[in-house]
């Protein structure tokens, strides 16, 4: 799962579903207005024959946000600092 956070405040509002992406997927961007956008990655890329894991300690979480639980990505945020995702 690929979420898009304001760098700012961290607030996550938007994701691209999914544990493996592409190169494509990488690519695609959210402009908000002035604030800039982050991208935090759980899973992995696949990079040729090649998979790179990105926080695969959050893949609980992930799961949380697959099941039929009101469990949402909207309802945590990215710390800046410390870039990590933490629920609100």
């Given at each position: 799962?690929?979420?898009?956070?304001?760098?700012k405040?961290?607030k996550?509002?938007?994701?691209?579903?999914?544990?493996?992406?592409?190169?494509?997927?990488?690519?695609?961007?959210?402009?908000?207005?002035?604030?800039?956008?982050?991208?935090?990655?759980?899973?992995?890329?696949?990079?040729?024959?090649?998979?790179?894991?990105?926080?695969?300690?959050?893949?609980?979480?992930?799961?949380?946000?697959?099941?039929?639980?009101?469990?949402?990505?909207?309802?945590?945020?990215?710390?800046?600092?410390?870039?990590?995702?933490?629920?609100?």
């Open positions: 799962m690929i979420l898009f956070y304001k760098k405040t961290g996550i509002f938007a994701t691209i579903d999914g544990r493996v992406h592409d190169k494509k997927d990488l690519q695609c961007y959210i402009k908000d207005g002035k604030e800039e956008v982050g991208k935090y990655i759980i899973g992995w890329i696949e990079d040729g024959d090649n998979k790179i894991e990105y926080n695969l300690d959050k893949m609980d979480t992930l799961k949380k946000f697959e099941d039929i639980t009101p469990e949402s990505p909207l309802d945590y945020k990215i710390d800046i600092k410390k870039n990590l995702l933490i629920k609100k």
